[in-house]
């Protein structure tokens, strides 16, 4: 009796066995097409396009620039033969920076002078002689010529001995001098570099969208580079009318404050602000391509949509819609790694 009793508990045992099996790989077919469903489709989380009240503000960086600056050059020739300010000196219009020899030019100022009045004595005799015999019209016409001549020599010369005298054509400091004394100067030779800095500008690009909202006077936020701990305000005292090459708009800005501590050439930060209206705003992670070539995807009939955008940045995260979507739209936010134009997704 136990003889058949033990064949029978086997096979009641393979039978349970074989059931189970049977019955786990069901479950395994069932959840690798509920997988291959899920892998047909990219889950993705999207926020519906819509208008929004935002607050313009962004913020260019550029340098100080002096609100002048020149090269002087010399206008006549001769010696140096004296030097009244140098490299480093402040110097107001008309200041006389160094005197060149004008010994020759004063010998032929001299000159030219002793020969014009003998011009003029010789103009009034024949002028007195006039309508008479002693000299014809074409001699009267000549010493005429002549004393103009002599006049206009005068006038060269004279300009000639006022250019020995050099002076400073704008008030500022010398930031390079070319000369010294016994330095033999001519027409075109450098003399000196002047930059004024009261006041300086803070000179910065801003893109087209930006320029367009800047106006002469507007009120702006600095901060320098190397004074970290201070805030500054100057206004808009210059937008150009002209963009370069990349459509960059160059923009200067005058300082409310004038300090010692910041120089030509420091680094600086300028915050712009206006106030608040409505458009639609997109988050730079919704970006595929950058902001240089933006493209953005979009949910139609649970298929990612790839579309071109024109975009305007007004913050450090945020970019304005200028065109290419439009109000109700499902802009994609996040899970754009795989995502392909055409490509199912899912929402979250």
């Known amino acids: 009796m136990k003889k058949v009793i033990t064949p029978l508990i086997i096979v009641g045992i393979a039978a349970v ?6 019955k786990n790989k069901q479950e395994m077919e069932v959840k690798a097409e509920q997988a291959m469903k899920t892998s047909e489709s990219i889950p993705v989380r999207t926020e519906r396009i819509k208008k929004t009240p935002h607050k313009i503000s962004f913020t260019s960086n550029g340098t100080f620039a002096p609100s002048q600056e020149l090269t002087l050059k010399a206008e006549a020739s001769g010696k140096v033969l004296k030097i009244h300010k140098k490299k480093g000196d402040y110097v107001r219009k008309g ?32 002028e007195n002689l006039a309508g008479t015999e002693a000299i014809t019209e074409k001699q ?8 103009k001549m002599a006049e206009s020599q005068v006038k ?8 020995t005298v050099i002076t400073a054509p704008i008030s500022g400091y ?32 801003v893109s087209e969208l ?11 936020g600095v901060k320098v580079g190397v004074l970290p701990e201070k805030d500054f305000t100057g206004k808009v005292s210059f937008t150009s009318h002209k963009g370069d090459a990349s459509l960059r708009y160059e923009v200067e ?64 995260n945020k970019l304005v819609l200028l065109d290419g979507l439009k109000e109700g739209e499902q802009l994609v936010t996040s899970g754009l790694i795989n995502l392909k134009d055409g490509t199912a997704v899912s929402e979250l």
């Not at 009267?140 to 004393?147: D, G, M, P, V, Y």
């Not at 060269?156 to 250019?163: E, T």
């Open 140 to 147: 009267l016409e000549e010493i005429r010529n002549a004393t």
């Open 156 to 163: 060269m010369n004279k300009k000639r001995l006022a250019n």
């Open 253 to 316: 800005i005058a300082l409310d404050e004038e300090t010692e501590q910041i120089k030509p050439g420091m680094f600086a930060y300028a915050s712009f602000s206006y106030p608040a209206e409505e458009a639609i705003l997109i988050d730079r992670k919704a970006l595929v391509n950058g902001v240089k070539s933006p493209e953005v995807f979009v949910v139609e009939n649970g298929k990612a949509v790839l579309k071109k955008v024109k975009l305007a940045q007004v913050g450090d």
């Open 17 to 22: 066995i074989g059931f189970t099996l049977f």
């Open 174 to 205: 010398i930031n390079e001098d070319y000369i010294e004394i016994g330095t033999l100067m001519s027409p075109g030779m450098n003399v000196v570099d002047i930059v004024n800095v009261k006041p300086l500008k803070l000179v910065v690009d």
């Open 210 to 220: 930006e320029i367009a909202r800047i106006s002469v006077g507007d009120t702006v």
């Open 95 to 126: 200041d006389v920076i160094a005197k060149l020899d004008d010994e020759l030019i004063q010998s032929e100022l001299s000159i030219s002078e002793v020969k014009l009045s003998q011009n003029r004595k010789d103009l009034s005799r024949y």
